[in-house]
């Protein structure tokens, strides 16, 4: 609406975290996506557990959210807020029942069985980021999990473009049409599943996996392409 839309332009959003975190990625993907203006403030790991971070955020993670007199903390809450408040178009978060809760489906996939992909990256490079030594048993266990589940991504991957896509479901495999398609609509059950991909796309064992998989893999070069997603990952403070 316009009052939305006059209201976030004169009461920009703080988000507070690191740009390189992989949940402070959700947040910044949805109001990406949403075209909300915000306030990206950094927030130093060592200051996570400071009496002005707990106050946001009492777990001491990130990110936290500040609306104006409205404060939020967890990632997918957070995304949600965004979606559900100031995406005007109403095309990440649809208030369609079915549609909605197929949205939410797949936002509990990657929530409950896609994790393997966060511990994989756990044990393989967050623990060297903070030197430490993974455990390479745990991520081998992880990678054969997270196979299992690519395995159904694809499937569903290969009669729709999007996790919840059914606008792009008749171009099939047709890669121009896609190409020329990329800036339709992306779902909130897309954005959640992007963070972590990204990450393992990093390490080369990991992207040979993905690629494995032609509808993920096509997947991911549709959404990585997006302007939205390049501004987010371009910028990586820890």
């Given at each position: 609406s316009l009052l939305h839309l006059s209201y976030k332009m004169s009461h920009p959003i703080k988000l507070f975290g690191l740009r390189g975190s992989v949940f402070t990625r959700y947040a910044l993907m949805t109001l990406e996506e949403a075209g909300v203006p915000y306030d990206m403030q950094l927030v130093p790991i060592d200051?996570?557990?400071s009496p002005e971070h707990l106050a946001r955020h009492p777990f001491s993670k990130m990110p936290a959210l500040q609306?104006?007199?409205f404060q939020l903390y967890e990632s997918r809450a957070i995304s949600r807020y965004i979606a559900s408040q100031y995406d005007?178009?109403?095309?990440l978060y649809p208030n369609e029942p079915r549609q909605r809760a197929l949205i939410e489906q797949w936002i509990s996939v990657e929530q409950s069985y896609f994790r393997a992909a966060q511990e994989i990256a756990v044990e393989l490079i967050f623990s060297k980021l903070f030197g430490k030594q993974g455990d390479e048993e745990k991520a081998r266990q992880a990678t054969e999990r997270l196979k299992s589940v690519l395995e159904v991504l694809d499937q569903h991957l290969s009669t729709?473009?999007?996790f919840v896509g059914n606008q792009l479901t008749l171009a099939g495999n047709n890669e121009l049409y896609i190409a020329l398609c990329i800036m339709i609509l992306i779902l909130h059950?897309?954005?959640v599943f992007m963070p972590f991909t990204n990450l393992l796309y990093s390490l080369p064992d990991h992207a040979k996996l993905f690629n494995s998989f032609k509808h993920f893999?096509?997947?991911?070069r549709l959404v990585s392409e997006r302007p939205t997603w390049r501004n987010i990952s371009s910028q990586s403070e820890f």
């Open positions: 200051q996570l557990k609306d104006r007199d005007v178009k109403g095309t729709s473009t999007y059950s897309d954005i893999e096509r997947w991911w």
